[in-house]
T-cell receptor, first 112, second 115 residues
């Protein structure tokens, strides 16, 4: 059973546009929601993370929006650049848990 | 910049053969993870170590997979015998804190192809 459901599977955005990737979860014990970025041939790298005590976290052009009641969170990439082209994974875990559950990934392509 | 080192980067083997992957985590990181990433999917945890002890191996197929971290530093993941369904990227990660709510630093992975 997929603990974290991610959509869309792939996304094509024009340079300068906004990229939006959505994730949903069921386990109310989850309290840590990171996003990882993976370039081809590389391992995933932490991009940004949020805890449910806030509804939004912004770091540069990257913003996580979190809706606790809907059990959904999303990644917004403002002013998308060709260098942002990568696969993005949302993930979730709970305090004291050992396992970080990843979504299935979204392949983002930013067209110049 | 400190990195997680993995080898080999690529491994092609025939089914029923044995394969082994090596990982050297970032210095000082006591927690080490092995993840499996099937093409087009997210990473899935196979095993987690805290120092030399296994913390979680509930998802490790123990009939054919084994993992060790004898001195609490580098680690080896072994598959014997390999099956076609084992074709995947095997990712090693380390973290400074125990538990899955800290930043995980991933290596570049070992891509296994079983023929």
């Amino acid at each position: 059973q997929q603990q974290v459901k991610q959509s869309p599977q792939s996304l094509i955005v024009q340079k300068g546009g906004i990229s939006i990737i959505n994730c949903a979860y069921e386990n109310t014990a989850f309290d840590y929601f990171p996003w990882y970025q993976q370039f081809p041939g590389k391992g995933p790298a932490l991009l940004i993370a949020i805890r449910p005590d806030v509804s939004e976290k912004k770091e540069g052009r990257f913003t996580i929006s979190f809706n606790k009641s809907a059990k959904q969170f999303s990644l917004h990439i403002m002013d998308s650049q060709p260098g942002d082209s990568a696969t993005y994974f949302c993930a979730a875990s709970g305090t004291g848990a050992n396992n970080l559950f990843f979504g299935t990934g979204t392949r983002l392509t930013v067209i110049p | 910049e400190a990195e997680v080192a993995q080898s080999p980067r690529y491994k092609i083997t025939e089914k029923s053969q044995a394969v082994a992957f090596w990982c050297d985590p970032i210095s000082g990181h006591a927690t080490l993870y092995w993840y499996r990433q099937i093409l087009g999917q997210g990473p899935e945890l196979l095993v987690q170590f805290q120092d030399e002890s296994v913390v979680d191996d509930s998802q490790l197929p123990k009939d054919r997979f084994s993992a060790e971290r004898l001195k609490g530093v580098d680690s080896t993941l072994k598959i014997q015998p390999a099956e076609l369904g084992d074709s995947a990227m095997y990712l090693c990660a380390s973290s400074l804190v125990q538990g899955a709510t800290g930043e995980l630093f991933f290596g570049e992975g070992s891509r296994l192809t079983v023929l």
